[in-house]
């Protein structure tokens, strides 16, 4: 049988690692060693400070596909950019001709000052640690601790969420009852309870956020499973005699990512600001290690005067920036998708 | 509809039941009472107490009963009006929540006055030029409002208004209106640009609908299909949303306050649940958990009654 083979369409390099697969590894290529640099720094050993290498080579990368996917939506572009900025600048934190950030070198140098031969971009804190290079070791942690955060939420949400909606029956009772339980909580609350409970660390950051993310994702999943179970293309594969797990995890969920890639980008806007705001209250990540919230929370206590204001203001409009690229991109793939 | 609400009714009742419940079998733990004793005598002193003091001290604090028996008390005091009594401050647990309540309620009475026209002015405008230029200034501009978050907005302000200019106090420790100004603003903003965003789109879709079209061929003026056919269709949803926004707004204020000092529910809470103060943070979960319930309720009933096609069908 002489089955001329078809010719692959010409694509460019972009449309080629934009495709699900490559686009996941490249993120995994990505993700893996930052995660492993910033939660188990040491246990890795001396791999730290190589580990990082490879990861942003890959985020440039994956940052032109995004730019190029979504060329279309101007927000979205602007949007992917801040994010990938902060994102860039955590992968190379310490690549970069930083001083070291819990180190007290001069205290109160203003922005954009000299002093000791040392030129100060961004001033120093109260204790005389270096702005710049707070904010951008602080980054690494949001950005690790927001996303692990909101990934996890996801993965529970969406699980209990498929079950409530494709199994149905007595299922969808029990879980949709907890989910009103913990839905009814308003969040601040809740994760004052559960982090007040767990003590504060990264870890219990995670989990308190899967408490009070994976309501609201399950619902949105189960409104989305109940209408697609109905389709045929289920109905064939139980008629195929696939598993129930199968079922919701091959076919019904990959048919369902739209509405909920743009929720998880709005939920990892949410989940930034979460952070932030729990370790500005005492119940996040712990000192000394740099943090925006934590630069908050200590000029908030010290520095209440004009002059020394730049220590408030660089960690809010820093975390500022990363949400609105978050909801900026969120923004434009919904727009995107309304198009289609 | 009476079964309606009376069938929310009770489950509001056994989602608060469930809630007292789990929150009395967390703060059981020996860790709880340990924090609550570090808080309450020094770490240091507790660190030198012998076993047979420390049960003492349980037993002074009422807490060396067993959970299921304090929590049968616990309810048996509320039924008489009895919240209990705070270990950090020692003042009864009701009062203190009222009082906080009070201060939080005026700052939320000025939040929804100053949100709900600023919002829905916008909203409203940005919905009935949908595509032109004004819209998509508004929708950008409360895209970035909803993205700075509280503690953002609230640094902002203090160092432009405080810290800058002088005009407002940075804390707000006082009964002027000039400490709640800052607290306010930073509230409204950052709330009003998701309400606008909710009734814009609302606006958006009930100016494409037939009826509309309709009203506008027959030549009745624009003003008045605005006023008189857009406005009565396209509220229903932002009504809904608004309501829902006092839920929201009980996580909003815990920040808000604990940055300007300000003595409210969200301070209270947080104070009580970093000293390990069960009785004040039991009450005011309770508190939140009611309000946020009961606002859904309200949403919900008027969702029903506002929009006949739910109510007829």
């Given at each position: 049988?002489?089955?001329?083979?078809?010719?692959?369409?010409?694509?460019?390099?972009?449309?080629?690692?934009?495709?699900?697969?490559?686009?996941?590894?490249?993120?995994?290529?990505?993700?893996?060693?930052?995660?492993?640099?910033?939660?188990?720094?040491?246990?890795?050993?001396?791999?730290?400070?190589?580990?990082?290498?490879?990861?942003?080579?890959?985020?440039?990368?994956?940052?032109?596909?995004?730019?190029?996917?979504?060329?279309?939506?101007?927000?979205?572009?602007?949007?992917?950019?801040?994010?990938?900025?902060?994102?860039?600048?955590?992968?190379?934190?310490?690549?970069?001709?930083?001083?070291?950030?819990?180190?007290?070198?001069?205290?109160?140098?203003?922005?954009?000052?000299?002093?000791?031969?040392?030129?100060?971009?961004?001033?120093?804190?109260?204790?005389?640690?270096?702005?710049?290079?707070?904010?951008?070791?602080?980054?690494?942690?949001?950005?690790?601790?927001?996303?692990?955060?909101?990934?996890?939420?996801?993965?529970?949400?969406?699980?209990?969420?498929?079950?409530?909606?494709?199994?149905?029956?007595?299922?969808?009772?029990?879980?949709?009852?907890?989910?009103?339980?913990?839905?009814?909580?308003?969040?601040?609350?809740?994760?004052?309870?559960?982090?007040?409970?767990?003590?504060?660390?990264?870890?219990?950051?995670?989990?308190?956020?899967?408490?009070?993310?994976?309501?609201?994702?399950?619902?949105?999943?189960?409104?989305?499973?109940?209408?697609?179970?109905?389709?045929?293309?289920?109905?064939?594969?139980?008629?195929?005699?696939?598993?129930?797990?199968?079922?919701?995890?091959?076919?019904?969920?990959?048919?369902?990512?739209?509405?909920?890639?743009?929720?998880?980008?709005?939920?990892?806007?949410?989940?930034?600001?979460?952070?932030?705001?729990?370790?500005?209250?005492?119940?996040?990540?712990?000192?000394?290690?740099?943090?925006?919230?934590?630069?908050?929370?200590?000029?908030?206590?010290?520095?209440?005067?004009?002059?020394?204001?730049?220590?408030?203001?660089?960690?809010?409009?820093?975390?500022?920036?990363?949400?609105?690229?978050?909801?900026?991109?969120?923004?434009?793939?919904?727009?995107?998708?309304?198009?289609? | 509809m009476v079964k309606l609400i009376?069938q929310r009714?009770?489950?509001?009742?056994?989602?608060?039941?469930?809630?007292?419940?789990?929150?009395?079998?967390?703060?059981?733990?020996?860790?709880?009472?340990?924090?609550?004793?570090?808080?309450?005598?020094?770490?240091?002193?507790?660190?030198?107490?012998?076993?047979?003091?420390?049960?003492?001290?349980?037993?002074?604090?009422?807490?060396?009963?067993?959970?299921?028996?304090?929590?049968?008390?616990?309810?048996?005091?509320?039924?008489?009006?009895?919240?209990?009594?705070?270990?950090?401050?020692?003042?009864?647990?009701?009062?203190?929540?009222?009082?906080?309540?009070?201060?939080?309620?005026?700052?939320?009475?000025?939040?929804?006055?100053?949100?709900?026209?600023?919002?829905?002015?916008?909203?409203?405008?940005?919905?009935?030029?949908?595509?032109?230029?004004?819209?998509?200034?508004?929708?950008?501009?409360?895209?970035?409002?909803?993205?700075?978050?509280?503690?953002?907005?609230?640094?902002?302000?203090?160092?432009?208004?405080?810290?800058?200019?002088?005009?407002?106090?940075?804390?707000?420790?006082?009964?002027?209106?000039?400490?709640?100004?800052?607290?306010?603003?930073?509230?409204?903003?950052?709330?009003?640009?998701?309400?606008?965003?909710?009734?814009?789109?609302?606006?958006?879709?009930?100016?494409?609908?037939?009826?509309?079209?309709?009203?506008?061929?027959?030549?009745?003026?624009?003003?008045?299909?605005?006023?008189?056919?857009?406005?009565?269709?396209?509220?229903i949803?932002?009504f809904t949303?608004?309501?829902?926004?006092?839920?929201?707004?009980?996580?909003?204020?815990?920040?808000?306050?604990?940055?300007?000092?300000?003595?409210?529910?969200?301070?209270?809470?947080?104070?009580?649940?970093?000293?390990?103060?069960?009785?004040?943070?039991?009450?005011?979960?309770?508190?939140?958990?009611?309000?946020?319930?009961?606002?859904?309720l309200i949403s919900d009933i008027g969702y029903t009654f506002l929009n006949p096609r739910i109510r007829f069908s």
């Amino acid at each position: 049988m002489a089955v001329a083979a078809e010719p692959a369409p010409a694509r460019s390099l972009f449309a080629r690692l934009a495709q699900p697969r490559p686009a996941l590894a490249l993120l995994l290529l990505m993700w893996v060693p930052l995660v492993a640099y910033v939660m188990f720094n040491r246990q890795i050993g001396d791999l730290r400070e190589v580990v990082l290498l490879p990861a942003i080579p890959a985020a440039l990368l994956l940052y032109a596909v995004a730019v190029w996917s979504w060329r279309e939506s101007t927000i979205a572009v602007i949007g992917v950019t801040l994010v990938f900025f902060w994102l860039l600048l955590a992968l190379s934190a310490p690549y970069l001709p930083l001083l070291d950030p819990n180190k007290p070198v001069a205290p109160f140098v203003t922005p954009f000052t000299e002093k000791n031969g040392v030129f100060y971009w961004l001033g120093t804190d109260t204790r005389g640690r270096d702005m710049l290079s707070r904010t951008i070791w602080g980054c690494q942690r949001v950005i690790v601790w927001g996303i692990t955060a909101t990934v996890v939420a996801y993965f529970v949400g969406a699980m209990l969420g498929l079950i409530a909606g494709y199994l149905g029956g007595w299922w969808d009772q029990v879980v949709s009852f907890l989910a009103n339980v913990l839905l009814s909580f308003p969040v601040m609350i809740l994760f004052i309870l559960i982090l007040n409970y767990l003590g504060p660390s990264g870890f219990n950051i995670v989990i308190a956020v899967t408490f009070s993310s994976a309501p609201a994702i399950m619902r949105i999943v189960r409104g989305l499973a109940l209408d697609v179970k109905t389709r045929d293309y289920i109905f064939a594969a139980q008629t195929r005699g696939e598993s129930a797990l199968r079922i919701m995890v091959i076919e019904l969920l990959p048919n369902v990512r739209g509405p909920l890639i743009v929720d998880a980008c709005l939920r990892l806007g949410y989940t930034t600001v979460a952070i932030t705001t729990l370790t500005f209250l005492g119940l996040g990540l712990q000192p000394p290690d740099p943090d925006w919230g934590l630069m908050i929370k200590e000029a908030s206590s010290t520095a209440l005067l004009w002059k020394f204001s730049y220590m408030l203001l660089i960690p809010a409009l820093s975390v500022s920036s990363l949400i609105l690229g978050f909801n900026l991109m969120a923004d434009g793939l919904r727009e995107m998708s309304l198009r289609d | 509809m009476v079964k309606l609400i009376l069938q929310r009714l009770l489950q509001m009742a056994l989602i608060m039941a469930v809630v007292s419940f789990v929150l009395f079998l967390v703060f059981d733990s020996p860790k709880f009472k340990k924090q609550l004793a570090v808080n309450d005598l020094g770490g240091f002193a507790v660190a030198t107490l012998t076993q047979s003091d420390y049960q003492a001290w349980l037993a002074a604090k009422g807490l060396n009963v067993p959970f299921y028996e304090r929590y049968g008390n616990w309810l048996v005091g509320i039924a008489h009006g009895d919240f209990g009594r705070s270990f950090q401050k020692n003042e009864d647990v009701g009062f203190l929540l009222g009082r906080a309540l009070v201060k939080t309620g005026i700052l939320a009475f000025w939040v929804f006055a100053l949100m709900i026209p600023l919002a829905l002015v916008t909203g409203v405008f940005a919905g009935i030029s949908e595509g032109r230029v004004q819209d998509r200034a508004i929708t950008f501009m409360s895209v970035v409002f909803t993205s700075i978050p509280e503690i953002a907005t609230a640094i902002i302000l203090t160092v432009i208004f405080a810290l800058g200019l002088g005009w407002l106090p940075a804390k707000s420790k006082g009964d002027g209106l000039e400490y709640i100004i800052l607290p306010v603003l930073t509230l409204v903003l950052y709330d009003f640009g998701y309400v606008a965003r909710m009734t814009r789109a609302s606006v958006a879709e009930v100016m494409t609908s037939q009826y509309i079209r309709t009203a506008v061929l027959k030549g009745i003026p624009y003003r008045r299909v605005v006023m008189k056919h857009v406005l009565r269709n396209a509220l229903i949803a932002p009504f809904t949303v608004i309501v829902l926004q006092l839920n929201w707004l009980l996580s909003g204020v815990v920040v808000v306050e604990v940055f300007f000092q300000y003595d409210g529910f969200g301070k209270l809470l947080l104070d009580a649940a970093l000293f390990g103060d069960l009785y004040v943070v039991q009450a005011a979960t309770l508190a939140a958990v009611l309000v946020a319930v009961l606002s859904q309720l309200i949403s919900d009933i008027g969702y029903t009654f506002l929009n006949p096609r739910i109510r007829f069908s």
